[in-house]
């Protein structure tokens, strides 16, 4: 098919391209949903592992800072421990997932990091 301005495109070569792309970038959130990443607040007094479907996997809390007294300081731990786990799922998954559409053309519309 010879559309202007595009040459000729073979649209069946292109369909089974979008399939095996499609196929690639599945694979790809499938392996990242078994990949975690690590992040602490307060010296590692709490640590969260998260996954790449940015799943909260666990949370990890050094028993010296339960105290009633502390309790702010904990929430506040936790918030900026999960904040950073999510910060680094999310990096996590963009490299993945380049590996499997850095080589298409940038298309409007075809955005597969968000």
Not at 26 to 54: F, H
Not at 92 to 113: A, H, R, T, W, Y
Request: proline content about 4%; hydrophobic content about 45%; glycine content about 8%.
């Amino acid at each position: 098919m010879n559309i202007p301005g595009f040459g000729n495109l073979n649209i069946g070569n292109m369909m089974e391209q979008m399939k095996k792309l499609q196929d690639d970038v599945a694979r790809a959130q499938d392996e990242l949903a078994r990949k975690t990443v690590t992040a602490e607040s307060g010296a590692g007094m709490v640590s969260v592992v998260m996954n790449g479907a940015l799943d909260l996997v666990s949370i990890n809390i050094d028993p010296t800072i339960l105290k009633p007294e502390d309790a702010q300081m904990v929430q506040d731990l936790v918030v900026a421990a999960v904040n950073k786990a999510m910060e680094n799922a999310r990096a996590l998954n963009e490299q993945e997932l380049k590996k499997v559409s850095g080589l298409l053309p940038n298309i409007p519309g075809l955005d597969f990091l968000k």
